[in-house]
């Protein structure tokens, strides 16, 4: 197998909570608790969960806008995070974000055309045939006309704000693309047409995708693999099938029998998945089987990831 | 059985300049006793100006330029405003997609529910506070005796919904509008609300009027379900004859455009339907309509 493009080892986040005296009996939030994962070049890797589960924490850490307290982030094998972590210049040009909300994402004083031309000119790309040219070409690639790139983000609907979310995390040609909840504020139609554009230009590009999102059906339509986090810990992952027709834990299982699905509701799709207790496999139990929130001011118990089939782990304990 | 809420014909937009803009186009629908009938839309399509319209919270610009709603025989836009206040809450309640902007940040939630009360039932606020920690108790509100005296902010999301729905079947309403009132929760805690309304109001016989833009949430919990376009219900049919077979284009178009759990599965990945290419003349859609008679699935419930 090649060398990940980005792995996540044993990654860390914690908080201070307020009321403390001096640091002194300081209590910390725990995010994130030793959470690792690899991304390939070329794949969908979903992090799936509610919210507070820590997967935009994780997303955060990726982008350099959240230090891990412990653990280490690294691309292409190189320290992504830490005191060798490369610059922001460099860094911008390894990863690249796509917000919920794009408006919110958007300078409104600004036309497109110039917020798409920052990134390049703080990248010494100045000269202005160049410029006109790669916006011309990234605004073809994301479905909209180079003339449309002259206009404020106001003047745009959300599909297309959205598709000036992509093309500005597109710009300056990244590798990993993260996308923390691209499609959850758009409507079924626009949806549709921003999960086809995602794809087309994951194919197009061999871009790798690090996705956030709760929605389970948008999850299962684009991912190659799922990793299903629960109170900063991933408690499943695996490729998606193994996720989506074998769940084993007993959270994620939970989570895709909540999914309001007009195929499951209607009884018109395969019988549900998800139906009996989940099993652990003999000598293991479930550290935790999410049905209630622990203390986040605590660490988790003593667990580990459990491979029970090819790439599918689980996390389970000792009985 | 004479229907519940019987919405004839209805208009509504603004008048400008003695011109009348429309936003609905003529909208009919029918509600009956019990009955959960779920609007479906996108954004903008009329369905929320439908439910405000019903119960009378229209805001100018906005007003009705016609049509009527015919809510227990009697006709809603002809209503006089008190009579429409005494029954806003009381036989018709709402609950609303975002319970912190629907909640008094400064009164104790406790006191809000019982205001339900003083005003519609003529209680003292001694009684009605004691009715309030069985109203929270109702909708499994745990230590609800603890919970009356929180204000909105300290509670979760799924707690303050919870809330919305005690005070809206606080009076035993006929009929309960609820306007996306999951869109802004985890779908764990989106299930558990679900569930409540689905089973305090079949327990109590209250119909829903249930507005949502997910097909999914609509299907688990809508008898009947009317389609939304450009302020037209362009279809009407029971859930399960919607879903199965979707007879017009718009709603064919809506139903590919979302992506199926387990469909992958079965038949790999398909690409999703770009509504736009699908349909080809997006000015036409709202000329033809598909309403399904009414069957026996509306029977059973009354």
Redesign the interface.
């Given at each position: 197998m090649d060398a990940p493009l980005l792995s996540v080892e044993d990654l860390h986040v914690r908080f201070p909570l307020s009321g403390s005296w001096f640091g002194r009996g300081r209590k910390m939030l725990h995010a994130v608790n030793g959470l690792s994962l690899d991304l390939a070049k070329g794949e969908c890797l979903s992090i799936v969960g509610e919210s507070g589960c820590g997967k935009s924490t994780t997303a955060l850490s990726v982008m350099g806008l959240q230090e891990p307290s412990e653990g280490s982030i690294l691309f292409r094998g190189k320290p992504f995070s830490g005191s060798q972590a490369p610059s922001r210049m460099e860094r911008a040009m390894a990863a690249q974000m796509v917000f919920q909300d794009p408006y919110a994402s958007l300078n409104p004083r600004q036309t497109v055309w110039h917020s798409l031309a920052q990134p390049l000119r703080l990248h010494n790309v100045t000269a202005r045939s160049e410029l006109s040219d790669r916006i011309e070409r990234v605004m073809h690639s994301v479905g909209l006309t180079p003339e449309q790139a002259e206009r404020y983000p106001h003047e745009f609907s959300g599909g297309q704000r959205q598709r000036i979310g992509i093309a500005r995390a597109l710009i300056l040609q990244p590798e990993i693309v993260v996308l923390d909840e691209p499609v959850s504020a758009l409507d079924v139609s626009i949806r549709a047409q921003i999960i086809n554009l995602l794809l087309d230009l994951q194919e197009e590009f061999g871009l790798s995708y690090l996705m956030i999102s709760h929605d389970l059906s948008v999850v299962e339509h684009m991912s190659d693999r799922v990793a299903v986090m629960f109170f900063g810990q991933i408690v499943e992952t695996g490729p998606w099938s193994a996720i989506f027709s074998d769940p084993v834990h007993p959270y994620t299982r939970r989570l895709i029998a909540t999914i309001p699905d007009p195929g499951a509701v209607l009884g018109l799709s395969r019988e549900s998945v998800v139906e009996g207790p989940a099993q652990a496999p003999a000598g293991w139990i479930f550290a935790d089987d999410g049905s209630s929130a622990p203390d986040v001011t605590v660490g988790p118990e003593p667990s580990e990831l459990v491979e029970i089939s090819p790439g599918h782990f689980v996390r389970l304990a000792r009985s | 059985m004479k229907p519940l809420l019987d919405v004839r014909n209805l208009e509504l937009g603004l008048r400008h300049g003695g011109q009348a803009h429309r936003i609905l186009k003529g909208v009919s629908f029918q509600i009956m006793p019990g009955e959960t009938y779920g609007l479906v839309g996108?954004?903008g399509s009329g369905k929320s100006v439908t439910s405000l319209a019903i119960i009378g919270l229209l805001k100018k610009p906005l007003q009705t330029l016609g049509g009527e709603i015919f809510f227990e025989g009697r006709n809603l836009l002809a209503l006089p405003r008190r009579e429409m206040r005494s029954l806003r809450g009381n036989r018709i309640a709402m609950v609303f997609q975002e319970p912190m902007s629907a909640l008094n940040p400064l009164q104790t939630v406790g006191r809000q529910i019982a205001e339900m009360y003083v005003q519609h039932q003529g209680r003292s606020w001694a009684q009605a506070e004691k009715m309030a920690v069985e109203a929270l108790a109702s909708v499994r509100v745990p230590t609800p005796e603890r919970r009356v005296r929180d204000y909105p902010h300290q509670m979760s999301g799924g707690l303050r919904q919870r809330v919305m729905i005690a005070m809206a079947l606080a009076c035993d309403p006929a009929l309960l509008i609820a306007d996306e009132p999951t869109t802004a929760l985890?779908?764990?805690?989106?299930?558990e609300v679900?569930k409540l309304i689905r089973e305090l109001c079949a327990e109590r016989g209250t119909a829903v009027l249930f507005i949502s833009?997910?097909?999914?949430?609509?299907?688990?919990m809508c008898q009947r379900v009317g389609v939304m376009y450009a302020g037209c219900l362009v279809e009407e049919n029971a859930?399960?004859d919607l879903?199965?077979s979707p007879q017009h284009e718009y709603t064919r178009?809506?139903?590919?455009?979302?992506?199926?759990?387990?469909?992958?599965?079965?038949h790999g990945?398909q690409?999703?339907?770009?509504?736009?290419s699908f349909i080809a003349d997006r000015s036409r859609l709202t000329e033809t309509r598909f309403i399904a008679p009414r069957n026996s699935v509306s029977g059973e419930a009354g």
């Open positions: - | 996108e954004s985890d779908v764990t805690v989106q299930a679900l833009h997910d097909l999914g949430v609509i299907a688990t859930t399960r879903f199965v178009g809506l139903l590919g455009a979302l992506p199926k759990l387990g469909s992958r599965r079965l990945r690409r999703l339907v770009d509504i736009d």
